[in-house]
Nanobody, 113 residues
Framework: QVQLVESGGGLVQTGGSLRLSCAVSGSGFYMMGWYRQAPGKQRELVAA???????NYGDSVKGRFTISRDDAKNTVFLQMNSLKPEDTAVYYC?????????WGQGTQVTVSS
């Protein structure tokens, strides 16, 4: 059974930084990523990274967020800089492998103005 444990969320002021981590049990994930969902909005892709290091970012976070992965530790990270109030949301870790797609429980990120 795949388990995802997220950490690093919290409250930060505009312009601040946070680093999210997602530790995953299991291996063989060809895609690891982060999504977010704000109240009243649909869940959206924040960033994703493939097993060979190819990255993809949502337009609203390009240049501010950086995704990385440590396959030795089965962990994916999201470094978030220059945070804005509109980044406030629950952030979910997602990993994919041939057997399926798996989600974390979510971690709240709140950016105060």
């Amino acid at each position: 059974q795949v388990q995802l444990v997220e950490s690093g969320g919290g409250l930060v002021q505009t312009g601040g930084s946070l680093r999210l981590s997602c530790a995953v049990s299991g291996s063989g994930f060809y895609m690891m990523g982060w999504y977010r969902q704000a109240p009243g909005k649909q869940r959206e892709l924040v960033a994703a990274i493939t097993a060979v290091g190819t990255t993809n970012y949502g337009d609203s976070v390009k240049g501010r967020f950086t995704i990385s992965r440590d396959d030795a530790k089965n962990t994916v990270f999201l470094q978030m800089n220059s945070l804005k109030p509109e980044d406030t949301a629950v952030y979910y870790c997602n990993v994919k492998r041939i057997a399926g797609s798996y989600w974390g429980q979510g971690t709240q990120v709140t950016v105060s103005s």
